[in-house]
């Protein structure tokens, strides 16, 4: 299935052949651009424009009665975004809900589930995390009256960008109340295995809950065919959804009863909601967990997004993705191994095991070959101290896309035309 040749007009060929490739005609793809950014933030489609603007209008003409007579109601808008998004991570409809934020989502999910008893009292996570997910295990321990650093256990990693699932599991002892670990490790886009780490972790008594921001929307799930108790995930990456959007969070429906504890009166039963009670009566659902009246303009270009999304379908988007990457660390190697441009992957070799993007890295001059790269219309991403993100994305990327960007690597080395640039960092990379 994975056959590349090292020549253009291989590239050309698979983008004839690419039955997604209609997509990149509904995304603004920035001028004169080759936007390899899409795991930070995804792009604008057409669809998602729309849905803005109708929902916009809405309120310009409907006022208040927008909450029962938008075209999608907006008192039921987080439960329809979460039903139309269920597919993709393999959650039944319920389970799903479209509110927040991912970081307030892990607060109000770990207040719930993070519960110290006897011996248990300790959060397990690893220490390529990203470090808002860190922050708010530590915030969550500290309110429960536990340490932040010694109640939580960091599983570390051998050579700083990929883990091993055995060193997951070694350090899943009795002591250990929760798990919360990435789908993704944000930096090397591995991609960790899920359903063994849930089975495991069940076998020995521990909840265990994903952060999936670096995999919705690319990665299809099985969230509930593996029993995952709780899940969060942005919807600015692979989503589209747009800066900031809405995020989900994901509870099975074995746990629903179970008391929110960020409680929020959006959380109570829609059909009590109204009466207005001073006694939370919480939602036998996911929607239990939101807490406030859902940004509904936040949440709006969602809507448009899931349909695209939907339109070309979770298995043939995260194919086409497998056939970029792989296509890119084959010309990375072709073209970038040997000296003097020495580049390194850091991303797992099978294309099973990573998500959507492809790093690198390389001794020297890393950044100012990044800085280079940005300068030829290129969009990746950099994180220090020497780490260059590639995110081809199937929806609005090409097989010609990813061949370019190779070559403008290659022409920055072969002309040293880094030497050009300054090493100062923006404060957005
Ligand atoms: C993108 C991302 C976040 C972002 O958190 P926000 O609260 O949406 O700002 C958090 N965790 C992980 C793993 C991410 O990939």
């Not at 959060?123 to 340490?147: C, R």
């Not at 997951?168 to 929760?178: F, K, R, S």
């Not at 919807?235 to 929110?260: D, I, R, T, W």
């Not at 991403?381 to 010609?400: G, Q, V, W």
């Amino acid at each position: 299935m994975l056959y590349f040749e090292k020549e253009q007009s291989f590239a050309h060929k698979m983008d004839k052949k690419d039955s997604l490739s209609t997509f990149r005609d509904r995304f603004y793809i920035p001028g004169g651009t080759i936007y390899m950014d899409g795991n930070s933030l995804g792009l604008l489609s057409k669809d998602a424009e729309y849905s803005v603007t109708r929902i916009l209008n809405e309120w310009r003409d409907l006022a208040i009665k927008g909450w029962l007579q938008g075209k999608t109601p907006w008192f039921y808008f987080a439960e329809e975004i979460g039903k139309k998004t269920a597919n993709l991570v393999g959650a039944n409809p319920e389970e799903l809900i479209m509110t927040g934020t991912t970081t307030v989502n892990i607060h109000s999910l770990i207040s719930s589930f993070y519960k110290p008893e006897d011996k248990r009292t300790k959060i397990l996570a690893d220490e390529l995390n990203f470090p808002s997910d860190i922050y708010a295990l530590k915030g969550q321990l500290k309110l429960k009256g536990f340490h932040p650093e010694k109640d939580l256990v960091l599983v570390p990693s051998e050579d700083g960008y990929l883990l091993d699932e055995e060193d997951i599991v070694n350090l899943m002892t009795d002591e250990v109340a929760v798990a919360f670990l990435p789908s993704v490790l944000y930096r090397s886009g591995q991609l960790l295995d899920m359903k063994y780490l849930t089975q495991k972790a069940h076998e020995k008594g521990i909840l265990i809950g994903f952060d999936c921001s670096h995999s919705a929307g690319l990665v299809p799930h099985k969230f509930s065919e593996w029993g995952i108790d709780f899940a969060v995930f942005c919807s600015y990456k692979y989503l589209n959804g747009g800066p900031g959007c809405s995020a989900f969070l994901y509870v099975n429906e074995k746990h629903f009863g179970k008391e929110p504890l960020l409680a929020g009166w959006f959380g109570n039963n829609k059909e009590t909601q109204f009466d207005m009670s001073l006694v939370f009566d919480p939602a036998q659902n996911a929607g239990a967990w939101q807490i406030s009246s859902p940004g509904i303009l936040g949440s709006a270009p969602m809507e448009g997004s899931i349909n695209l999304i939907n339109e070309a379908g979770i298995k043939k988007i995260r194919e086409k993705s497998k056939q970029l990457t792989s296509y890119l660390v084959f010309l990375i190697q072709e073209y970038l191994g040997g000296e003097p441009y020495s580049f390194r992957i850091v991303s797992p070799e099978n294309p099973e095991r990573r998500s959507g993007h492809i790093a690198i890295t390389r001794d020297q001059e890393l950044f100012r070959i990044n800085e280079a790269l940005k300068s030829k219309g290129v969009v990746p991403d950099f994180r220090p101290p020497s780490l260059i993100r590639l995110a081809p994305s199937p929806l609005y990327n090409s097989y010609e896309d990813v061949w370019k960007v190779v070559q403008y690597l290659k022409e920055i080395v072969d002309k040293e035309e880094y030497t050009s640039f300054s090493s100062q960092r923006d404060a957005i990379s």
